[in-house]
């Protein structure tokens, strides 16, 4: 059966959509965590958790959350804000260039829109940093739109409970599908859901299907069933494959990590020479490897993570 022919079913088939809402925002009301950011409707509040949340954990998001608002209450405060100093609050997330770009969203905000948060999914996603899922999760999430969009967890939902598990499934047909599947007035809680399910039972390497509340309508439990592999891991089928990460001790992003906590641990306004950086960036550092920390340094500088001049390498201010 294709993506098309399954789009068209669901959409012909009134019941299993009540079936599939039920059961899903049924079991989403009772087993959804507490999270901070499902509180608010604060498109600014939203929007620095959704830039937090890609790709880190939610428990090491949790306090860096709730920090990183009490130094900057509001998108002004952000707006306004050193760089360096978001830079600092934003340590141990990793990934320090979305902290950049998050500023500059903010500033944009303020410059071009007044400090007034656009709704359009169009015209956030021109922001800086802002791609279409997380755009479509601030028009859902603060703004209560029905907006269908994609992040791993989702993704990985909608394929398993909707597609044929030997079925090549491209991105715009996800997406097209979770579209489909919307309930219409009900959006917020049913992306919390569909996120919910993913990150807690219908994990990639080891669903909980026996748990699951949409286990009696998910083509993929159902086709491991018909083929008696009931609970084994999920078929292999053609589709695109969840982002893997490279490793990351050793790699270019490991040591522009060291690099910018390296300038972290500085006073404010304060530099280092690169032959005092370099050995805190790595042990074995000498001279000859003065060409490899510029490229890395270039690198950040251009991701406006840091400022390089006569005086040395220091955080922008």
């Known amino acids: 059966m ?15 959509f009540h079936e599939l809402h039920q059961a899903l925002l049924g079991w989403f009301s009772n087993a959804a965590r507490d999270l901070p950011w499902r509180r608010v409707r604060d498109p600014y509040r939203i929007l620095v958790a959704e830039v937090m949340l890609q790709q880190t954990q939610v428990d090491r998001v949790l306090p860096k959350y709730e920090a990183f608002l009490e130094r900057f ?25 979305r902290a950049v770009n998050l500023q500059r969203a903010a500033r944009e905000i303020i410059e071009r829109y007044g400090g007034i948060f656009p709704q359009d999914v169009g015209i956030l996603v021109t922001l800086p940093g802002i791609g279409p899922y997380t755009a479509g999760a601030v028009a859902c999430f603060a703004f209560e739109q029905d907006v269908a969009f994609m992040d791993t967890n989702i993704r990985r939902v909608m394929r398993r409970v909707f597609t044929d598990p030997t079925e090549a499934v491209t991105e715009r047909a996800l997406l097209e599908l979770a579209r489909a599947a919307l309930p219409v007035g009900r959006s917020w809680a049913w992306n919390q859901a569909l996120m919910e399910l993913g990150s807690l039972i219908c ?72 032959n005092d950086l370099g050995p805190q960036v790595r042990a074995e550092y000498t001279p000859n490897d003065e060409t490899w920390l510029t490229a890395l340094i270039r690198g950040l500088e251009r991701d406006g993570l840091v400022v390089w001049n006569d005086a040395g390498v220091r955080l922008p201010e």
């Open 2 to 16: 294709t993506v098309r022919r399954s789009i068209d079913q669901i959409n012909e088939d009134s019941l299993i």
């Open 203 to 274: 994990t990639a390497d080891a669903p909980a299907c026996w748990r699951c509340p949409l286990r009696d309508l998910c083509r993929d439990y159902a086709a491991r069933r018909a083929s008696d592999e009931h609970l084994a891991p999920t078929p292999a089928r053609k589709r695109i494959a969840e982002r893997r990460e490279r490793p990351f001790i050793g790699s270019n992003r490991y040591f522009r990590g060291r690099i910018i906590e390296a300038l972290r641990a500085l006073p404010p306004g304060a530099t280092l020479a690169l």
């Open 73 to 97: 209450p509001t998108i002004q405060a952000l707006a306004e804000a050193s760089t360096a100093d978001v830079i600092r609050m934003w340590t141990g997330l990793g990934y320090n260039r």
